[in-house]
Structure formats: structure tokens, C-alpha cells
């Protein structure tokens, strides 16, 4: 294996319900969170098949008996929602398939392809946005480590809820190494306005765009990894894009990495699967298939966010 051989991660945002219950939708997209268990499961076992290391950025809410008020943590000044801590499920009552897997360290620690278990926050809360100051991301932050170091697991790794970085010196005083930055378009990282960007995100994938690969960067002693590509489900008005167009640019995405020896970063939440699971599973298996294939005539190697760090400092 040389410096210039290409790399493929995987990263994914597991949070169940979490990801939307400050936003009152969470009815919408019930059933895939119920179908989510079922999904995670079967990515396991693809995983597994194709030899593919990933990481689960998990909200570490999911892990604990909700039973508290949270009276202990300050909460974040949001202009969509009147009280952080108030609106939280466990305040207002819990359906357990929703909001609570402890099974989940358990179910990502038994594949046989080791995977990394990092973070996506404590309750989801958006680092990045206005009202979220240094004292509430190390209350989130600290929650979140903690949950999980009582699980056994040091977390080195972070995905933003909704992407939004903030407070990347709170991420570097808990131990986080790597996170995934924003998505390497022009129109996801570049001041334009929010509405101009889902009808951007809509061309990509009907002209079936090749997604950028990226490379590692020290952001004042954490990395960044931005993503390459996100995997549409076939829900949302995605579904109207054209046929498999997802799968066309990932396969795309890889053979730039293979190419170029940059780095290919795929991510989604496994509930994006869970709206159409056999139709949705089949389609991720088919990038999967390239990747197994690229990577055993040795044109990339399948890495977890972490190692995707030390590959490209130490050649590992």
C-alpha cells in the first residue's frame, strides 16, 4: 500500500428520533425510525460481507433511561425552540422505539469488521448555531463523553448534528481527534443563502455530479474530514431524482479516489434507509460491491474517520 492509494469512509449519524424532535416533524418519519433497528442490523451485516469499517457517530441520549429533567445543564437560547431541555422526550414522555436503544454498543461491537463508535452530540443540540454558547457545548459535549466511556468506549470521533461546527476547542479538551466537516461543494461551504441550496442538491444528483474526495486538515489541533457525498434516500423528493443516481455518483466518487489517492467520504443516517429498507439496503450494497472490489486489487483501503487520519500522516 502507497501514500497515493486512495480511501473510503463511511460515517454515519445514528439518532433514531433525536435528530428531529426539536424541529416537531418527528410523526413524518416515524415509520423509518421504527424500521431503524432492523436497518442497523443489516448494515452490520453488509459491513461485514464487504470487509467495511465505518463510523457510527451516535447521540448518546439513545443509551440512557431517560428519567432526569436536565435542571443541572443550561440550555441553548434557539430561535426555533422555546426551551432545549423542556422539549426533550424524556420531559414529555418516551416512546422507548423512538428514543432509546441500549442495545446499540452491544449490536456495533459484535461485527466482525471492527467499527468505530464516536459521537453526534448528547441530545443532538446544533453546536453551530446562534445561542449555543462554550458553556452549553461543554455540558453537551461532556454529557455525551461520559455516557459513553460508561459504555466502555473513548470516543475520538464527531459528526455535527445538521453539520453545524462550532466550538471546536470544546471537541479537542474531551479527547475528539477527527470530525467531519461540511460537505466539499462550493454551495455547502461558501455564505449562500439556505434556500438556494436544496435546488443545488437536487442538480448534483440528476446530472448524477462526481462527488469531490477530500483530505484530512488540522483545524488548530482536531482534524477535519469533510464529506464527499451524502446517500439520498428514496424519500423526501429524492426518490424523483433519476434512477439510482446516487449509487452512479458514489461508484463515481470511488474511482476518483482510486485515481487521485484522495479520500472518498460517504455518510447518511441509517433511518435514510428505513423509509424503503430491502430497496434502499440493496442500493448501498451495489457501492459497497465497488468498494470491496477496488479495495482487493489494492486501488484504495476501507479506513474508520480515525484511521483515515493516521493512513494519510503515517501511511498506515
Known amino acids: 500500500m502507497s501514500d497515493d492509494t486512495g480511501v473510503f469512509t463511511i460515517s454515519l449519524d445514528t439518532e433514531l428520533a433525536w435528530g428531529m424532535f426539536d424541529k416537531g416533524n418527528v410523526e413524518q418519519y416515524e415509520a423509518a425510525y421504527r424500521n431503524t433497528p432492523q436497518v442497523i442490523d443489516r448494515l452490520c451485516e453488509l459491513f461485514d460481507e ?9 447521540v448518546s441520549h439513545l443509551l440512557e433511561d431517560c428519567d432526569g429533567d436536565h435542571s443541572d445543564r443550561a440550555a441553548p437560547d434557539f430561535e426555533w425552540v422555546d426551551d432545549w431541555f423542556g422539549a426533550l422526550p424524556c420531559v414529555r414522555g418516551m416512546d422507548e422505539g423512538l428514543w432509546y436503544a441500549p442495545w446499540l454498543i452491544d449490536r456495533i461491537q459484535d461485527c466482525e469488521t471492527e467499527q468505530e463508535i464516536g459521537l453526534h452530540g448528547s441530545t443532538h443540540m446544533q ?16 454529557a455525551a463523553v461520559e455516557t459513553l466511556r460508561s459504555h466502555g468506549v473513548e470516543p475520538k ?3 455535527f448534528p445538521r453539520n453545524d461546527v462550532g466550538h471546536l476547542d470544546v471537541l479537542r479538551e474531551h479527547g475528539i481527534e477527527v470530525y467531519r466537516g461540511v460537505d466539499a461543494r462550493w454551495y455547502e461551504r461558501a455564505p449562500v443563502p ?6 443545488l442538491r437536487f442538480a448534483d444528483e440528476t446530472v448524477r455530479g462526481t462527488p469531490p474526495v477530500v483530505e484530512p486538515m488540522d483545524r488548530d489541533g482536531i482534524i477535519e474530514i469533510p464529506g464527499s457525498q451524502v446517500f439520498r434516500p428514496s ?4 426518490q424523483h431524482t433519476p434512477g439510482k443516481s446516487s449509487v452512479a455518483r458514489a461508484k463515481k466518487g470511488l474511482r476518483r479516489a482510486a485515481r487521485t489517492g484522495g479520500v472518498f467520504h460517504l455518510w447518511f443516517h ?6 424503503e429498507p430491502d430497496r434502499d439496503l440493496a442500493r448501498l450494497e451495489a457501492v459497497l460491491t465497488v468498494a470491496a472490489e477496488l479495495s482487493e486489487a489494492g486501488e484504495i483501503v476501507c479506513r474508520q474517520l480515525t484511521n483515515v487520519v493516521s493512513r494519510k500522516r503515517y501511511g498506515q
Not at 50 to 58: K, R, S, V
Not at 194 to 199: D, E, I, Q, R, T
Open 50 to 58: 464487504y470487509e467495511i469499517p465505518a463510523t457510527w457517530a451516535i
Open 127 to 142: 453546536l453551530g448555531a446562534d445561542g449555543c454558547l462554550r458553556q452549553h457545548a461543554e455540558e453537551e459535549i461532556g
Open 157 to 159: 470521533s464527531f459528526v
Open 194 to 199: 439556505s434556500a438556494v441550496k436544496p435546488p
Open 235 to 238: 424519500h423526501d423528493g429524492w
Open 270 to 275: 441509517p433511518f435514510n434507509l428505513g423509509h
